[in-house]
C-alpha cells in the first residue's frame, strides 16, 4: 500500500519523507531509498500524478544553455571579457560574439564593454567542466546603460516573469518602468520617476518572499492599485510586452 | 568602479531621494538591545537597518604601565567575520577592521567616555583594563556608526566582575557599572558628488568620494574625526559635514535611552 | 552511582531549552541560530561560489570548507583571543567531516561552499550547536542534502548516562566524567562525528550512543520546525 506523506505545495526538508511504496517515483531533488521516497532539497512538494518533484525556495544560479542572463564585466582580457554570471562560475565573451561590427585586433574593449558593465547576454555553451561561453548577438541582447540592478532568488525567476511575462508586464505597466529580468536573477530597472521604480523594486522584493502562497497574482494586483491609486488589469497569459 | 550605478544614485539624489527611497539625512531604522551576551560583563547589539553588530566588553586585571600607574586601560577590536558578507575574508584584521576599531577607540578615549583613572584598584600595582571587541554579524553599510553606537551601549551595560585574591572572579558579576562620564558616538557623512548623505547602504559606500566620520560627546563638542575617500574636501564641505554629524548624533543618543 | 540528580535539575534524557532560528544573516546565501542553554552558533553559508586559493579547487566536485569560531567576548571566564588556533581548526575539521556525508557537490567542479560559524556566548556543547545550525544553514542555502545534521554531546558523568552535559557538568570533580560529542544522520541514524574525553567504559559508551540517537530525533524536529518557520513568517 503506498501513502503520500505530503501535501501540494507543502514545505519540506532535506532528508523528510515524501511518499511510502513503489507507486509514486521520485522526481526532481528526490530521491528513492529502499520503499521511501525522500526530499533533498528545501522545497514545494509537487505532486504530478505518480512522480513526486520538489520546487526549490533557494539556491544560487546554475548556469543553463540557452539562458538569457544579466552578467557584469569583471575583466578584459586578450581576445573577449569575462563577466560574473552571479554564479560560482564567471563566462568568457569572445570578440566574434560580441558585437555585429568587426573589432580589429588590439583594439580598446573597454570602448564596447567596460569594467563594471551589465549586458543582457544569452549563454551559448556550458561544459561539464562548467567552462561557459555568452554571445552577444540575439534579439534583446544589449549593454544595459542608466537604471538599477537588483539581485533575486534566482529560484523566484519564473513567478517574477509570470505565465508569459504577464507578471513583469504588470509592474511595467503600473510604474511605467522599464525591466529585463535575467534567467540568473539580476534584473534591470529603469523609470522616469524615482519613486515608481522603488515600488517596483518592492513589488519583485515581495514576490520573491510571498511566491510559495497561492494568490500571488491578486495579491501583487491589489498592492500595485492600492500603491499607485490606479486601476491595473491584469492580462494573463496574454502577450503584453510593452516596452 | 561601477560608473552606472554611481550615476544613477547621483540622479536619484539630485531628486532628494536614495536608493531605498530615503532623504539624504536619513537613517534607516535604528534599533539598540542591551546584554545580548551573558558571557561577556557587559554587551549590545545594534541594528542600522540590514546591518546588525554585536559588541562585548570583557573586564581584565593588568599591572599598570609605569608612566600611567593610577590609571586603567582601554583596548579596542574589531573583527571582521566573513560570515558577515560575501567581501570579508579569512585571515588576519584587513585595514578596514583596523580603521574601525581605531576610530572608535579614539571617540571613546578622547571624550574620556571612560574614567580610567577609577579603574585603579592599587596604584602601580592593579588596574581594570575594559575590551571591547566588536564583531558583525551582518554587514550591510554604515559598520562605523553601528560599531560606535554598539560600544557605547556595551559600555552602558557593563557591570564589574568580582576580585578573588587579586584575580579577576567572573562567575560573581557585581552591580557596579564602569565609571561612565560621556557618551561618545559617530556619525559618518559621506559625499557623492554635489551631495551629502548619511547611513550609506553597500551600493552607496562603493561610489562615494569622500567620509568623514564625526563623533560627538552629549554636549554636541567632538571628540574624534576621521576622513576617508578618495576625494578631497573643501573647508567649507568639512564643516557641513560636521553640522550633520552633530544634529545626527542627537538623535542616535536617544536610541540609548530606553 | 551518584550522580543522580543534574545539577540544574534536568532529567538524564534532557537537553537545555533549544531555540533555532533561518534566515539571520541576510548576506548570506544561507543562515541559521541554534541556541541549546547559553551557548549560541550563528551559521551563515556562501555559495557554491568560486574557490580561491585556486590550488585548493578540486575539479570533480565542489568543495565544503567550515570556519568555526568564537568571538572574543563569549568565553566562560577571560577573553578568547581573536584569531584562528588549533582548536578552533580542528573544530572546524570535524564539522566538515560531520556535514560531508549529507551534502552533494558533484555539479559543482572547482567552486566551494564556505561555512562561517560564530559563537557571540558559549557554555559547553559548541561544536555540536555549530553543526546543528550549520546543517540548517546548509539546507536553507539550497544545497542538495540527503538529510540534515544533528548533534549533540552526550555522555557519563560518575557513570550516569546523560544527555547535553553543559559547563559544570564537563568540570564535575567528584567522579569521572566523560564528554561524547555526537553528531547523527535522523534518517538512518548514522555517526558522523565522534569525540570523547574522560573516562568512559565500552558499555558506557553503547548506552550513551544510543541516548543520543534518541536525543539527535528531537533536535531534528527542532531543526525541520525552523526551516519551515521562515516561509510561515513570510507568508504573513
Not at chain 1, 532535506?14 to 533533498?40: C, H, Q, W
Not at chain 1, 585586433?105 to 570602448?111: E, I, M, S, V
Not at chain 2, 547621483?10 to 539625512?25: S, W, Y
Request: charged share 30%; glycine share 8%; net charge negative.
Amino acid at each position: 500500500m503506498s501513502e503520500l506523506l505530503v501535501k501540494e505545495k507543502q514545505v519540506t526538508v532535506p532528508g523528510e519523507v515524501l511518499a511510502e511504496g513503489m507507486d509514486y517515483l521520485p522526481g526532481n531533488n528526490t530521491y528513492r531509498e529502499g520503499e521511501k521516497i525522500f526530499s533533498s532539497k528545501l522545497g514545494l512538494a509537487s505532486v504530478d500524478g505518480r512522480a513526486i518533484k520538489l520546487i526549490p525556495l533557494s539556491g544560487k544560479y546554475l548556469p543553463k544553455e540557452g539562458d538569457t542572463i544579466i552578467a557584469e564585466v569583471i575583466d578584459i582580457l586578450m581576445s573577449g571579457w569575462r563577466v560574473d554570471t552571479g554564479s560560482a562560475y564567471s563566462a568568457m565573451l569572445n570578440m566574434k560574439e560580441a558585437t555585429s561590427e568587426f573589432i580589429q585586433k588590439g583594439a580598446d574593449l573597454t570602448k564596447y564593454y567596460d569594467f563594471g558593465d551589465h549586458i543582457v547576454c544569452k549563454i551559448t555553451q556550458v561544459t561539464s567542466q562548467m567552462l561557459i561561453d555568452v554571445s552577444m548577438r540575439g534579439p534583446g541582447l544589449r549593454k544595459l546603460t542608466g537604471g538599477r540592478i537588483i539581485r533575486a532568488n534566482p529560484n523566484k525567476v519564473p513567478r517574477i516573469i509570470g505565465k508569459k511575462g504577464s507578471m513583469v508586464s504588470m509592474i511595467k505597466d503600473a510604474t511605467g518602468c522599464r525591466i529585463t529580468v535575467g534567467q540568473n536573477g539580476v534584473i534591470w530597472l529603469q523609470g522616469e520617476d524615482p519613486n515608481m521604480e522603488l515600488l517596483a523594486v518592492k513589488t519583485m522584493r515581495k514576490i520573491e518572499s510571498e511566491s510559495h502562497i497561492s494568490g500571488l497574482t491578486d495579491r501583487i494586483k491589489s498592492f500595485l492599485e492600492k500603491e499607485t491609486g490606479k486601476k491595473i488589469s491584469a492580462k494573463e497569459g496574454e502577450k503584453n510586452d510593452v516596452r | 568602479m561601477n560608473k552606472a550605478s554611481r550615476k544613477h544614485i547621483i540622479e536619484l539624489l539630485d531628486k532628494g531621494i536614495r536608493l531605498d527611497g530615503r532623504k539624504p539625512d536619513q537613517y534607516r531604522e535604528v534599533s539598540v538591545e542591551f546584554d545580548v551576551t551573558r558571557s561577556a560583563e557587559g554587551s549590545a547589539r545594534v541594528k542600522i537597518g540590514d546591518t546588525e553588530m554585536i559588541t562585548g566588553v570583557k573586564m581584565e586585571l593588568f599591572e599598570p604601565y609605569p608612566d600611567t600607574p593610577d590609571q586603567g586601560s582601554l583596548m579596542v577590536g574589531a573583527e571582521f567575520s566573513p560570515m558577515a558578507s560575501p567581501e570579508f575574508e579569512s585571515g588576519p584584521p584587513g585595514i578596514e577592521s583596523i580603521e574601525l576599531s581605531r576610530v572608535i577607540d579614539r571617540g571613546i578615549r578622547e571624550s574620556q567616555a571612560i574614567d580610567l583613572k577609577k579603574l585603579c584598584l592599587k596604584k602601580g600595582e592593579l588596574c581594570w583594563m575594559v575590551v571591547i571587541d566588536m564583531a558583525p554579524i551582518n554587514a550591510a553599510g554604515n559598520l562605523f556608526d553601528a560599531g560606535a553606537l554598539s560600544a557605547i551601549a556595551a559600555i552602558k551595560d557593563t557591570k564589574l566582575p568580582g576580585i578573588k585574591d587579586d584575580q579577576v572572579d567572573y562567575d560573581n558579576k557585581t552591580e557596579d557599572p564602569l565609571p561612565v562620564k560621556k557618551v561618545a558616538l559617530s556619525v559618518t557623512v559621506c559625499k557623492i558628488g554635489k551631495h551629502l548623505i548619511i547611513d550609506p547602504l553597500p551600493e552607496e559606500e562603493k561610489v562615494i568620494d569622500a567620509r568623514l566620520t564625526v563623533a560627538t560627546d552629549e554636549s554636541g563638542e567632538l571628540c574624534a574625526l576621521q576622513k576617508g575617500g578618495e576625494e578631497p574636501l573643501s573647508v567649507e564641505e568639512i564643516d557641513k559635514m560636521v553640522e550633520l554629524g552633530i544634529e545626527k548624533g542627537k538623535e542616535l543618543r536617544a536610541k540609548l535611552e530606553s | 552511582m551518584t550522580y543522580d540528580k543534574r545539577l540544574d535539575g534536568r532529567k538524564a534524557d534532557e537537553t537545555r531549552p533549544i531555540e533555532a532560528k533561518v534566515g539571520v544573516v541576510k548576506n548570506a546565501d544561507g543562515s541559521a541560530m541554534f541556541k541549546i542553554g547559553s551557548t549560541v552558533a550563528y551559521a551563515a553559508v556562501y555559495g557554491p561560489r568560486e574557490m580561491y586559493p585556486r590550488f585548493q579547487q578540486n575539479p570533480q566536485k565542489g568543495v565544503l570548507r567550515c570556519n568555526y569560531n568564537m568571538m572574543p567576548f563569549s568565553g566562560h571566564g577571560n577573553r578568547v583571543r581573536p584569531g584562528p588556533n588549533r582548536r578552533s581548526k580542528e573544530i572546524g575539521m570535524v564539522t566538515e567531516k560531520a556535514l560531508l556525508p549529507v551534502i552533494d557537490l558533484s555539479k559543482f567542479p572547482n567552486a566551494v561552499v564556505d561555512v562561517f560559524i560564530e559563537l557571540p556566548q558559549t557554555d559547553a556543547g559548541t561544536r555540536c550547536a555549530g553543526i546543528c545550525a550549520a546543517s540548517m544553514a546548509l539546507a536553507d542555502a539550497g544545497i542538495i542534502m540527503k538529510d540534515l545534521v544533528a548533534s549533540v554531546a552526550v555522555g557519563s558523568v560518575d557513570h550516569s548516562i546523560i544527555a547535553d552535559l553543559n559547563y559544570d557538568e564537563e568540570a564535575y570533580e567528584d567522579g569521572p566524567v566523560a564528554d561524547i560529542p555526537v553528531a547523527i544522520l535522523p534518517n538512518s541514524g548514522k555517526v558522523t562525528l565522534l569525540q570523547m574525553d574522560g573516562e568512559l567504559s565500552r558499555e558506557e559508551l553503547k548506552k550513551s550512543l544510543e541516548l543520543s540517537k534518541k536525543v539527535c530525533k528531537d533536535i531534528y524536529e527542532v531543526q525541520k520546525k525552523a526551516l519551515k518557520a521562515k516561509f510561515e513568517v513570510e507568508s504573513k
